[in-house]
């Protein structure tokens, strides 16, 4: 029996429509939530994913300001716009879009900005907080595939949870909101021994490494549900994700297709924290 489909763009749509509900409360209350985005350079990727979260913003009633700067530009620069939207009353959430050009120190970024406007969550200050349970604001794709999981109507709740990869975008935080939700979590990554053993326990399997079509039928267990946050390309130059999803959607339980998976959730959590940052 082939694998029920978890449609990330149906969930995000559904998830969109209460948003706006939410943020048209907010209004009532005086109260708009602004999202700040910064992006340094003119890498393509980047572009389309800002114009996306514009789109959302515009969608949703959110405030929304874009700020692009030459690839030139200096870490003090960066720094210096970073503390003045920090201070902007009318901007709830800030996003570095990354990568940074290579002369700018990603990590300094991340922390320049104020926790309770990191709508990304990168911050360590925003990460301590998940760790420990206490959490206002979550990685948009670990989220995103927190609300996938729940869609497709399995309890994480003492079931097996396999996480490939060990990001700290996606793999780590993703194994934490997993534990939070009394979920037996197991991390693999590329020194993992025996991954396929690992793999066939799972009765959530997340894959996140960036390899094409890389798990294959037979390291899936019959009926699991299996989250595939890959964005590659294969041989043909089509986009395919890390799962290879014809042959284990013949054996998986409910499973993420790639594109219209995990893709469409994550800019969608990210509206999500902007209205959470909002009505703090």
Do not use: W
Not at 71 to 90: G, M, S, V, Y
Not at 165 to 181: F, T
Request: aromatic content about 2%; proline content about 5%.
């Amino acid at each position: 029996m082939k694998a029920k489909l978890i449609d990330g763009k149906t969930i995000s749509a559904e998830l969109r429509a209460q948003m706006k509900k939410e943020v048209a409360a907010l209004a009532e209350d005086g109260i708009t939530p602004g999202l700040a985005v910064v992006i340094v350079g003119d890498d393509p990727a980047s572009k389309v994913y800002v114009r996306n979260k514009k789109k959302a913003c515009e969608e949703l009633g959110i405030y929304s300001e874009e700020y692009a700067l030459p690839a030139e530009t200096t870490q003090d620069e960066l720094l210096a716009l970073i503390r003045k939207l920090n201070t902007k009353p009318d901007i709830d959430g800030i996003l570095v879009q990354l990568p940074l050009p290579k002369q700018l120190d990603e990590k300094a970024v991340i922390e320049a900005i104020s926790p309770d406007k990191d709508v990304d969550a990168f911050s360590a200050a925003n990460v301590g907080k998940i760790m420990i349970g206490d959490y206002k604001l979550l990685p948009c794709t670990p989220a995103g595939i927190m609300e996938l999981i729940h869609a497709s109507g399995v309890e994480v709740k003492v079931k097996e949870c396999v996480v490939i990869g060990r990001s700290n975008i996606v793999g780590k935080p993703m194994a934490m909101l997993l534990l939070h939700e009394h979920g037996t979590v197991t991390i693999c990554h590329s020194r993992t021994r025996d991954l396929s053993e690992v793999t066939r326990r799972a009765d959530i399997l997340i894959v996140a490494i960036g390899k094409a079509k890389f798990v294959t039928a037979d390291m899936v267990k019959p009926g699991a549900v299996v989250i595939d946050v890959g964005m590659n390309r294969d041989e043909n130059g089509k986009l395919c994700g890390d799962v290879d999803f014809d042959s284990v959607s013949e054996v998986a339980g409910a499973i993420t297709p790639v594109p219209g998976g995990v893709g469409p959730m994550t800019i969608t959590m990210l509206m999500k924290n902007t209205i959470t940052a909002a009505g703090k």
